[in-house]
């Protein structure tokens, strides 16, 4: 417990620095307030487990939990019931909580990675008792479980003909996770040239702030593309969107009254700026618009949008939960 203090005081004494943002942030997730079952975001939890550990993982692990429970004896290990308490009760409490809230699968993934290890000393007591000295075969079922997911993924990701999100113009590749990790290298070529030539009128310049009112796709256009063009990304909005940008920038220029500045969207995170930044800026004009092909086909576009006329409105509620 000493050692678990130790480790998080820098966490507990930056939150009593920002008036325990962290805290609220994740009390707003996580608090039940009203005690009525949601079946669907409780069967959407318990497949997302399944899959987001491996399904075979996590079925070693719930027969190593009954092997161990089974055979008592085994439970007088400290290790042992160690790895239980720190994995077991987050792996319930996450799936409990998912029927009066929606929550993210991975929230119980440390819980799961840690009752892997029970599986493997199951596995390894079995292999003990008959005398093995090769690994199980269910290891190599894993192993070529992983590899054919890997490859799978990544030829999805690539060569998938079209996109697994909306086909609607307006926010087509919507819910398509597969974005994520697709189309942001080629999009910077092409912002690039626009930005190279716009550079060269004089119409922006090394600076010019690009404006997000989430941290994603802030943080995936600040990495592909911004910091390639010397354009530093500002958050304007709320802490809860935002996160860590609140902080960034502070390390960062300011945004001054009557800037002008630049707001890309892409359409599987739709946003319509004349609406977003309506009370913090006088003004919104499209200028651009790039669209993303895989396969042959079209799958995203990117928006490049001017502000005009920043007003400074936002700064009162920069540390504000929605």
């Known amino acids: 417990g000493i050692v678990t203090l130790l480790i998080i005081s820098p966490i507990f004494w930056w939150n009593i620095q920002n008036g325990f943002v962290t805290w609220n942030y994740h009390s707003e997730r996580v608090e039940v307030r009203q005690f009525s079952i949601n079946t669907d975001d409780f069967i959407q939890t318990l497949i997302g487990q399944l899959f987001y550990n491996s399904p075979i993982n996590v079925v070693l692990s719930v027969i190593a939990l009954i092997y161990l429970f089974r055979h008592t004896v085994i439970l007088k290990s400290k290790y042992l019931l160690l790895l239980i308490f720190c994995g077991l009760p987050i792996v319930l409490v996450v799936t409990v909580i998912s029927l009066f809230k929606p929550v993210l699968p991975h929230w119980s993934g440390p819980g799961f990675l840690t009752l892997s290890l029970l599986a493997a000393y199951v596995l390894d007591v079995k292999a003990e008792a008959k005398n093995r000295k090769t690994a199980p075969a269910i290891l190599n079922v894993c192993t070529g479980f992983i590899l054919v997911l890997v490859v799978a993924a990544i030829i999805g990701i690539k060569f998938y003909p079209g996109t697994l999100g909306s086909k609607d113009e307006q926010n087509l590749g919507e819910l398509d996770f597969t974005l994520d990790l697709n189309g942001w290298r080629e999009f910077n070529h092409e912002f690039t040239r626009w930005a190279d030539s716009a550079k060269a009128t004089g119409f922006i310049h090394d600076g ?83 669209t993303q092909y895989r396969s042959g086909h079209a799958v995203r576009h990117f928006t490049i949008y001017l502000l005009k006329g920043y007003n400074g409105s936002d700064e009162a509620r920069r540390f504000k939960i929605k």
């Open 208 to 290: 010019t702030k690009i404006v997000c009112n989430k941290w994603f796709p802030a943080a995936h256009i600040e990495y592909y593309t911004a910091r390639h063009n010397n354009l530093p990304v500002v958050g304007v909005g709320y802490v809860n969107d935002l996160h860590q940008y609140v902080w960034l920038n502070h390390l960062r220029p300011q945004l001054e009254i009557g800037e002008n500045a630049l707001c890309i969207v892409p359409s599987n995170v739709p946003e319509t700026p004349a609406e977003t930044y309506k009370t913090t800026f006088a003004s919104t004009d499209s200028l651009r618009s790039f």
